[in-house]
């Protein structure tokens, strides 16, 4: 197959391929509601047509042999491992947090989940559970999941859980306030949680569902990251339908965006409704092909999920060994 | 974090994901398919079909002769007095139906044979091709006992026999175009399949056979050229209809000034697709992806020119660069690829010569750095920007995974570049305005216009182009005018 | 011939996709058309027809948002169900109408041929009844067909599959859900076919079918707010006007008996015309 040629052929080169990081990151300040629309106008719309016929074909990807294997390993290193329920207890967190550190018992070589999520009154007790794990503890904050409280009220929940030790704060944006215009004040909200949390990373829940359109999901997107949010999250998965392929493909392409015009890698974190290792390798894919493998690690992405850990090991072990096990044989912590 | 970091796109390594061939019991050799059944060619004559992505022999399929032509016509003929003229449109209707749905049972085998034959990704076979193909059937089933109502006045007629003659871009998708509304309608129909992708026709013999349509209903005489010229010359042939170049196309429609038969044609085309400054970006950006690639750019209708606002142009073209270096270009039976094989080396050489044109006229050449098999034959997605109007490679279809982007200040001149082609297929305007969207839609000479979405395909919409393009509908109700006698 | 004891059916309501018994636990004695006992059928109530609303209306924005094609092929799939128990409908029709096998036969094969027909008209009848309309301004102006909810439909008491088949199709094809008061006497072939719409795919409470007594039933879903139309043409006249009349009430779309019965007014009868405008401009 050769072919007469006037020029050499010009390829497209490893650096075209690539999402365009700046050395010097230059997130912008933001002084009032007034900049904040104006940034916000210059970004475009979203066609819901198009987002769903993308997701849709990303999904028909067959990952296969190694690439899933690893793809599986990876998946349960990123795993928030959750219990947010009325009914916790210390009992219940120690079980989770047993869980997170050694997901599988009979099998040292299964990586750690990357952290526990749970509700700021229980983070000392994980904090003292996990010490010398590498397992972080991820604290929900800011009256979750509504987020129906005053400020202070919300500012409280996340001293409290910094106070505890929580790595990482979960927070809610307030969709009433975004809903009804006051974008200023949903940004304002991030920038004030951002600085009480100190050291820990800011996770900054979207609500997808209640959000409704996926200009809204790509818009409040860039208000938490223009805030400071270090992730960005989907859902509570305590309102109508939580992470959709769709809602993550139009996040992550916020998220590259935003690398590329201000130096800043944004984390995305997908929660809810998230139980089998087939819809996990699907947004894995969706990361490679929309950010691509530099966002491949528990730094940058996360599931929050609890039963899905369990589909995850099963289909490790059947990828190993060709045979399916029983639920019971492992954990139902 | 501050790294000077790219990450490429895509680069997660799949491991191979391959289809299984064997589900596609193919024979080592197929006859014509006359009178319900496979039959030799009077003179024995047949040839290798190859994949054309590994260049490797698939089957031999018969050379069928003029005589081979006359006897399929006059079966067609006998069928069509003697059985499928006095057979109810509700008959006739479960009849289409039964082909549908055997056409969804053997969806597996039909996709891999496709990719096989053709060259295509199996994920476009399994997923675009066949369930379209079927949903084809089904559609034109509800129109067999309904033609009373189609708008073309009461109780009308079939033209009698129709010659057929279809392309390698979308086999057994263009034959189900082509009969299901022949049948429907009360026609028969001698089949003439492209000369490289023949197998599908001869699969769906083998469906036609199961659901016992009335033997000559349908005849397939596969071969080169000569059979398509044969079909079209012979005298009790009542309508022609007939998909691929221009070139050919006149030729066809010379011949049929003389001879009168009934005529429609389906072209060739150089698809504008046009994007404003308000598009959404990543979506236009797949759509224009989409528009010229899918299919490796063996599409008439495809979006083979960008015409993008010049105020977006250096964004979008790096987008797109980005973009095109991410598909994955390999092994069409892989799950995994997103463009497959050019189809014969024929159509190789015919990319490669245009493709020259673009370098020394100046355009500026972006090519994938995809790594092409050794064998078979293969073209990397190209683009080449800074493309005028006057450039061959904006003017002539290439028919091939290359896209020519040129740039537009105005609605008007946007409508203006797009209409400058003695072509008229389909265009693509992408844009968050309505009322703007709606405006140059009804300003462009194209038979069909995609808003915020390109090549999308449906039994219900009627497709086909406007000068030299062609002439009839494929598709809808207007899709039964081509084989009505009103 | 063998001692065995048959198992013999009992013919419930179709509600929702499921098959419940009348919540009143009233049930009323069928015969064929010679007079022998053919089954207790259920007797429905007022209340059950209420749940049966509930079920429609719960139904049909989804049955709605599904794809024509989609429609098509389900539709398509009870013919199937319908050919493949042929026999059983023959022998139902047969001893309902007091038919001999080969008319009952022929009825049967009409009424499946006729559900053929109707799976067709799914993705066809916007093309028909739609239009894009000229206006004298720079506008793109359209209309679609669009279903208007829920129908009532109230059976034909003597053609017991074919009339039945002819009254539910046609506005489920055009994307209503229905409930249907079968025919008093003749009930049983229309709970064959609900049975079949449970393996052909029917989403629950697109065809919801009550059984028992037309006088008693009607006059609540003539006047039930929440059905968007009413077929009367199973009774006769002097009803049917003291029905319209209730009806009236929540001005629903009412098809009379009188009127004529050609396929295609069934297909408009429960159908709006829904027109946009949009601005055609740079």
Redesign the interface.
């Known amino acids: 197959m050769s072919q007469v040629s006037i020029a050499p052929l010009r390829l497209v080169t490893a650096d075209e391929r690539g999402v365009h990081v700046p050395a010097q990151a230059s997130r912008p300040v933001v002084e009032s509601e007034t900049q904040l629309r104006a940034l916000l106008g210059g970004l475009s719309g979203v066609d819901a047509v198009g987002v769903d016929a993308r997701a849709a074909k990303l999904a028909t990807r067959s990952l296969k042999k190694s690439t899933k294997l690893a793809a599986l390993d990876l998946a349960i290193s990123m795993v928030d491992l959750t219990t947010l329920e009325g009914s916790d207890t210390l009992g219940k967190v120690t079980s989770l947090c047993a869980k997170a550190r050694r997901p599988d018992p009979s099998d040292s070589d299964v990586p750690s989940a990357a952290a526990v999520c749970v509700y700021p009154d229980l983070v000392a007790h994980a904090r003292h559970v996990l010490h010398g794990s590498s397992v972080k503890v991820a604290s929900v904050a800011t009256a979750f999941p509504s987020g129906r409280a005053s400020m202070n009220v919300k500012l409280l929940d996340v001293h409290d859980a910094v106070e505890a030790g929580a790595d990482e704060i979960d927070m809610v944006i307030d969709r009433g306030a975004y809903l009804s215009g006051r974008l200023g004040q949903v940004f304002d909200e991030v920038v004030a949680v951002k600085a009480a949390c100190g050291a820990a990373h800011l996770k900054v829940i979207l609500e997808t569902a209640e959000l409704a359109t996926y200009d809204n999901v790509r818009r409040a997107s860039w208000i938490a990251m223009l805030g400071g949010a270090d992730f960005i999250k989907t859902s509570t998965g305590k309102a109508g339908v939580s992470a959709t392929l769709p809602n993550a493909l139009v996040m992550l392409e916020a998220v590259r965006d935003f690398a590329e015009m201000y130096g800043e890698l944004v984390g995305v974190k997908v929660a809810g409704g998230i139980r089998t290792s087939k819809d996990a390798l699907r947004y894995l894919v969706l990361v490679n092909e929309t950010v691509g493998a530099s966002w491949l690690t528990p730094d940058r992405f996360r599931f929050g999920a609890s039963s899905l850990l369990n589909d995850l090991l099963m289909q490790r072990r059947k990828q190993r060994t060709g045979a399916y096990v029983r639920p019971d044989e492992f954990s139902s912590d | 974090?501050?790294?000077?970091?790219?990450?490429?796109?895509?680069?997660?390594?799949?491991?191979?994901?391959p289809e299984s061939a064997s589900v596609a019991h193919l024979r080592s050799s197929y006859g014509l398919f006359l009178d319900g059944k496979f039959t030799d060619p009077e003179s024995h004559a047949s040839f290798e079909t190859l994949n054309p992505a590994t260049e490797v022999p698939l089957a031999r399929v018969a050379q069928a002769s003029i005589d081979d032509v006359g006897r399929a016509v006059a079966s067609s003929r006998q069928a069509y007095e003697k059985v499928w003229s006095k057979t109810t449109g509700?008959e006739r209707?479960?009849y289409l139906?039964r082909i549908a749905r055997l056409i969804q049972e053997r969806s597996r085998e039909l996709a891999v044979v496709e990719t096989l034959d053709n060259g295509k990704a199996i994920?476009e076979s399994r997923?675009i091709d066949i369930p379209l193909a079927a949903?084809h059937f089904?559609?034109y089933?509800?129109?067999?006992?309904?033609l009373d109502?189609a708008?073309f006045g009461p109780n009308p007629k079939p033209l009698g026999v129709a010659g057929q003659i279809i392309p390698w871009n979308f086999p057994l998708l263009m034959a189900a175009w082509k009969l299901a509304p022949a049948l429907a309608t009360g026609n028969t129909c001698v089949l003439k399949p492209a000369e490289t992708t023949p197998l599908t026709a001869l699969v769906l013999a083998e469906i036609l056979q199961q659901a016992e349509l009335p033997p000559g209903v349908v005849n397939i005489v596969t071969g080169d050229g000569s059979v398509g010229a044969a079909l079209v010359d012979h005298p009790d042939v009542d309508k022609i209809a007939f998909t691929g170049s221009t070139e050919v196309g006149r030729v066809i429609q010379q011949s049929v000034a003389v001879s009168h038969k009934h005529l429609t044609l389906e072209l060739g085309g150089k698809g504008a697709n046009i994007v404003f400054e308000?598009?959404?970006?990543?979506?236009?950006i797949?759509?224009i992806i989409d528009g010229i690639f899918f299919n490796q750019g063996h599409v008439c209708c495809a979006g083979s020119r960008l015409l993008v606002q010049e105020s977006i142009a250096d964004e979008v073209l790096?987008r797109l660069?980005?973009r095109?270096?991410?598909l994955r270009v390999g092994d069409p039976m892989d799950?995994?690829t997103d463009v497959g094989a050019i189809n014969s080396a024929a159509q190789?050489a015919r990319i490669?010569e245009l493709t020259?044109y673009g370098?020394?006229e100046g355009a500026?050449?972006?090519?994938?750095?995809c790594v092409?098999p050794?064998k078979g034959?293969?073209f990397?997605p190209t683009i080449f920007a800074d493309v005028s109007q006057s450039h061959r490679i904006a003017r002539e279809e290439i028919f091939g995974p290359v896209l020519s982007v040129l740039t537009f200040r105005?609605?008007?001149e946007a409508v203006a570049k797009a209409n400058n082609s003695n072509y008229g297929l389909a265009c693509g305007v992408w844009s968050?305005k309505?009322?703007?969207t709606?405006?140059v839609a009804?300003r462009l000479r194209a038979g069909v216009i995609w808003a915020?979405?390109y090549n999308r395909f449906d039994?219900?919409s009627p497709f086909g182009g406007v000068r030299e393009s062609g002439f009839g509908r494929e598709g809808?109700?207007h899709g039964l005018e081509a084989y009505l006698d009103v | 011939m063998s001692d065995r004891l048959d198992v013999r059916k009992t013919y419930k309501l179709l509600v929702n996709g499921a098959f419940p018994r009348s919540e009143s636990g009233r049930s009323y004695e069928v015969l064929s058309a010679s007079g022998e006992f053919l089954a207790n059928v259920a007797q429905g109530s007022r209340k059950d027809l209420r749940d049966a609303v509930v079920a429609a209306r719960g139904a049909q924005a989804k049955w709605w948002s599904q794809t024509a094609y989609n429609r098509g092929q389900v539709i398509y799939r009870l013919a199937e169900m319908a050919e493949s128990r042929r026999d059983e409908l023959t022998e139902h029709v047969g001893l309902a109408e007091g038919l001999k096998g080969k008319s009952a036969q022929q009825s049967v094969e009409r009424a499946i041929d006729r559900m053929v027909w109707y799976a067709g008209w799914t993705d066809k009848i916007a093309q028909i009844l739609g239009s894009s309309n000229p206006v004298a301004g720079p506008f793109f102006n359209f209309s679609v067909p669009v279903p208007s909810g829920v129908v009532a439909v109230l059976s034909v008491q003597d053609s017991s599959l074919e009339g039945f088949v002819d009254a539910v199709l046609a506005p489920i094809c055009v994307g209503n859900a229905v409930v249907a008061v079968a025919s008093e006497r003749r009930p049983t072939p229309a709970v064959l076919l609900g049975e079949m719409t449970a393996t052909a795919d029917f989403p629950g409470g697109v065809l919801n079918i009550v059984t028992g007594f037309t006088g008693e039933l009607a006059p609540t879903l003539a006047s039930h707010e929440d059905v968007d139309g009413i077929d009367l043409t199973g009774v006769d006249e002097p009803f049917a006007d003291e029905l319209a009349a209730l009806a009236a009430g929540s001005i629903k779309r009412v098809l009379r008996p009188s009127e004529p019965q050609n396929p295609l007014r069934r297909l408009r009868a429960f159908v709006e015309t829904s027109t946009v405008w949009h601005t055609i401009g740079q």
Not at chain 2, 7 to 12: A, E, F, N
Not at chain 2, 141 to 146: E, Q, S
Not at chain 2, 364 to 369: A, G, L, Q
Request: hydrophobic residues 30%.
């Open positions: 974090m501050s790294e000077d970091l790219t990450s490429p796109l895509g680069s997660m390594v799949y491991d191979p994901a509700a209707a479960k139906y994920r997923d949903a089904f559609y089933a509800g129109w067999a006992d309904k109502y708008g308000d598009a959404p970006v990543d979506e236009m797949e759509g790096r660069v980005r095109v270096d991410q799950k995994n190789l490669e020259q370098e020394t500026t050449r972006y090519t994938s750095s092409l050794d034959y293969w990397a105005t609605p008007e968050e309505g009322s703007r709606l405006w009804q915020n979405t039994p219900t809808g109700r």
